[in-house]
């Protein structure tokens, strides 16, 4: 039995990372139909916005407001640069977020060097649960990506501004002739993805290497969420989050993390034949 | 002042117009008649794509050894150059590098690149152009050619002390675990062979992961179940510092100590602060040895690059490997890549460490080995081993 709640303890872990990773990537795809192929490079950027905070000698903490904070930024900037020329050209957006990501990670690599950088986690204590240890740093993230959960549906279904987001996302010309800045939406929005991304980043960098490739590693898993969800509700990429994290992590806990890898791609592949647009459906057209 | 180089430049232009003329009427031939031309030696190695740290590494020793052949006058009168070509930590890419390095730019020898599979697809271009590859990385044994040279250990001299050692301290049953690439394979199989005979220990577990993966809570947690006391580990670059950081976290190292296969100093700064601490290895080489030729080594070293950077043995057998070019190029006469060959085979080279001697068969190098564990920022020796011979692989 204590065997079995670890299995659920590792797996609801590894589902709610792949969220919080996710939600970011989800918003600006689902939202907006840019698949943000820098999405990884704009986690890479919170960590290490952590990491030079930390080598400054500022708290954790300090860290963990600041990531969200100047992704956000480089992601307004982005936007305002790029992203809003080639909103039509979907194959472009893709070439264009590419290109950024290839700039970002350089551009890391030139200030940073390409080794890994140490971080600290703010606390280091193990809990012990179901009689064997476990990190508390890691509920802290599970909290943390639960909050950034429930916080992106209250602010989607539950404000002013989620109705009028919505509200674009349904028809952009009607709501643009009710006196909604579609402009302002698509900045904020984008803004408010990468900020994710960056938060993200900054929770993470404490449990994994820090170093200029760290970007990829979750990005695969968070595509492959969205496919199998469906990116036309919020809730889409959290359920596909939830199949592909659980069936990888309770595969891997069995079996190996070389036959987790194999079933999570068949799952994929069987469940994007049998709903081509997700589970939860593709939404706008 | 600005029209002087622009006249400079048209000149040189113009140079090397009639050069690659030249070239182009006697390819590769241009290149090697002139008496004091450089001798050029192509270093194919990874300086971007993900193993730019162990790139670094090995240009390190081979900027050292170039400098000092050159200040002490070159070889056979001639200076020596090296080319570096960045691989990209890919194997398509070091082809194409090889090619050009051996056929545009006439080098007697090639070294590098880090990765098996990068350096088991230019084996192929080695063996036809007649152009020996001095590689120096430690490797899974089996690369037997007249024209590949290995610098660095095989898994016989990494495993064969290390193992009985880590059994007779920390005693118990032996996990492994490691990348799923023909490296840790290869290894865990030797592995396997010395636990069994040798030591007559168990193996509680062997396992593999995929590149990329970066939550390893399942893994741990059986490792730690299995009731192992060591963990044998071969998981190189980013994914195997998340592992270390995330089996820290977990406690892990409370119950097993870690033997770390393809261990480089470079790894230690990512762990932060006391972490990382008791890993053991074996290796060719610890800059914190205590011997007169490992300690000038180290300050030449940090002479030229800061007194900051790590050294690992990437560093110093990379230096061997031209050093020993050097060698058998005096040995000979003549320079040339048969003359490489030729020299290299059975030579015997004074190394920071001591006496290295390469094969005259197996083209593989018997060399002083050193047991270590990790300790503050670098590694400390534990025993030194003395010289061990490889069982290169070669049928």
Redesign the interface.
């Known amino acids: 039995m204590d065997q079995a709640l670890l299995l659920l303890l590792d797996a609801a872990n590894y589902v709610l990372v792949i969220v919080l990773v996710a939600m970011g990537l989800v918003i600006v795809f689902g939202l907006m139909r840019v698949i943000n192929m820098a999405h990884g490079e704009l986690f890479l950027l919170g960590a290490y916005t952590l990491v030079m905070l930390q080598q400054a000698g500022v708290s954790y903490w300090v860290g963990l407001v600041a990531a969200p904070l100047l992704v956000g930024g480089v992601g307004l900037l982005m936007e305002e640069l790029v992203i809003r020329h080639i909103y039509h050209r979907f194959l472009d957006t893709i070439l264009a977020t590419w290109g950024l990501s290839i700039i970002i990670k350089q551009g890391v690599i030139l200030l940073f060097g390409p080794g890994a950088q140490s971080t600290t986690a703010p606390f280091t204590a193990q809990l012990d649960l179901l009689g064997s240890s476990y990190p508390a740093y890691r509920l802290f993230i599970m909290g943390v990506a639960l909050f950034v959960v429930a916080g992106t549906f209250y602010l989607f279904f539950r404000t002013r501004f989620g109705l009028a987001a919505r509200a674009v996302i349904a028809n952009r010309d009607t709501a643009a002739c009710l006196g909604l800045s579609t402009r302002a939406f698509d900045r904020a929005t984008f803004a408010y993805g990468a900020a994710l991304a960056g938060l993200a980043g900054a929770v993470m960098a404490p449990i994994m290497s820090v170093d200029p490739q760290m970007g990829l590693g979750f990005l695969i898993p968070a595509f492959l969420s969205i496919l199998v969800g469906g990116a036309g509700h919020l809730g889409g990429p959290v359920l596909g989050a939830g199949l592909i994290g659980a069936t990888d992590s309770v595969t891997a806990s069995l079996w190996s993390p070389v036959l987790a890898q194999v079933v999570v791609f068949t799952m994929a592949v069987i469940a994007i034949r049998i709903f081509p647009t997700g589970i939860l459906g593709g939404g706008r057209k | 002042m600005n029209k002087v180089s622009r006249r400079r430049l048209l000149a040189s232009g113009a140079a090397a117009a009639a050069a690659a003329a030249g070239a182009g009427a006697l390819p590769g031939l241009a290149t090697r008649v002139l008496a004091a031309d450089p001798i050029r030696v192509g270093a194919v190695l990874p300086f971007?794509g993900?193993l730019?740290?162990f790139g670094?590494q090995a240009k390190l020793g081979l900027d050292l050894a170039m400098k000092e052949i050159n200040d002490a006058g070159g070889i056979l009168g001639r200076p020596l150059e090296i080319l570096y070509e960045d691989n990209k930590t890919d194997p398509k890419t070091s082809v194409e590098k090889a090619r050009t390095l051996i056929g545009r730019d006439g080098a007697v020898a090639l070294t590098g690149p880090i990765l098996s599979s990068s350096r088991d697809a230019m084996a192929a271009t080695v063996n036809r152009s007649k152009v020996p590859l001095l590689y120096a990385t430690n490797y899974e044994g089996g690369a037997c050619s007249r024209y590949i040279f290995s610098f660095n250990t095989v898994p016989n001299q990494e495993l064969a002390k290390l193992l009985p050692y880590m059994h007779e301290t920390f005693g118990g049953s032996t996990y492994m675990f490691g990348a799923?690439y023909v490296w840790p394979q290869q290894m865990f199989e030797a592995a396997k062979g010395i636990i069994g005979q040798q030591v007559g220990g168990e193996v509680a577990g062997v396992?593999?992961?995929?590149w990329?993966?970066?939550?390893f809570?399942?893994?741990i947690?059986?490792i730690?179940d299995s009731g192992a006391k060591v963990l044998l580990f071969a998981l190189p670059?980013?994914?195997?510092?998340?592992f270390i950081?995330?089996a820290e976290?977990?406690?892990l190292f409370d119950k097993v100590t870690v033997a770390f296969l393809g261990f480089a100093e470079?790894?230690l700064?990512?762990?932060?602060?006391g972490?990382g601490q008791n890993m053991w290895v074996t290796v060719p080489f610890v800059a914190s040895g205590a011997q007169p030729g490992v300690t000038d080594f180290v300050a030449r070293i940090r002479a030229q690059a800061g007194e900051e950077v790590p050294i690992s043995h990437y560093v110093m057998t990379h230096y061997n490997a031209i050093n020993a070019l050097r060698d058998a190029l005096q040995r000979k006469g003549e320079v040339g890549p048969e003359a490489v060959v030729d020299g290299l085979e059975g030579l015997t080279v004074s190394t920071p460490t001591g006496p290295v001697s390469i094969g005259s068969a197996d083209h593989h190098v018997t060399l002083p080995m050193f047991l270590a564990k990790t300790e503050g920022s670098g590694l400390v020796t534990v025993e030194d081993l003395g010289r061990i011979a490889p069982e290169a692989g070669c049928s």
């Open positions: 971007s993900g730019e740290l670094n799923d396992e593999f992961t995929p990329g993966v970066k939550e809570a399942p893994v947690r059986r730690a670059g980013g994914d195997g510092i998340t950081k995330q976290a977990f406690g470079t790894y700064g990512a762990f932060g602060p972490g």
